[in-house]
């Protein structure tokens, strides 16, 4: 059928794509452990450590639009992603994630993940500087 990608070219669009993501970022889970006393303590876990790019979100995609009321007047940053890590796992990130740009002190608050396109060559995360404590 024309106008069909083939698993081969999507592989070499991601492989091209892979190659514009300069950084490492960690994405880091929250897991509650018990604190001994009957409390819960959070813990930040790396998920996954992945290639990535990190630049500040100009206009906000339809795709991104329903996550971007969280901002609550953060400047977003939008943080890409490759759909698979070295390994050919998917890529899973949460709203509930942070991102860290290895390097980086300063954590990114997942505010949302665009919605999948038809062709998905890249996972583009919206998130914002995690609001000092």
């Known amino acids: 059928m024309a106008g069909l990608l083939s698993a081969g070219e999507l592989d070499a669009m991601r492989a091209t794509i892979g190659e514009t993501l300069p950084d490492s970022c960690v994405v880091l889970r929250r897991t ?26 100009g206009q906000i995609t339809p795709s991104e639009q329903p996550a971007a009321d969280r901002l609550q007047g953060r400047m977003p940053f939008t943080v890409t992603l490759p759909v698979f890590d070295a390994g050919g796992v998917a890529t ?18 997942v505010i949302g993940v665009a919605l999948p396109e038809s062709w998905p060559l890249s996972v583009r995360v919206l998130t914002a500087l995690m609001a000092p404590d």
């Open 92 to 109: 899973d990130v949460h709203d509930t994630d942070q991102i860290r740009r290895t390097g980086d002190t300063t954590a990114l608050e």
């Open 32 to 57: 509650d452990v018990s604190d001994g006393a009957g409390g819960w303590t959070p813990v930040w876990a790396t998920a996954a450590t992945l290639p990535c790019r990190v630049r500040p979100t």
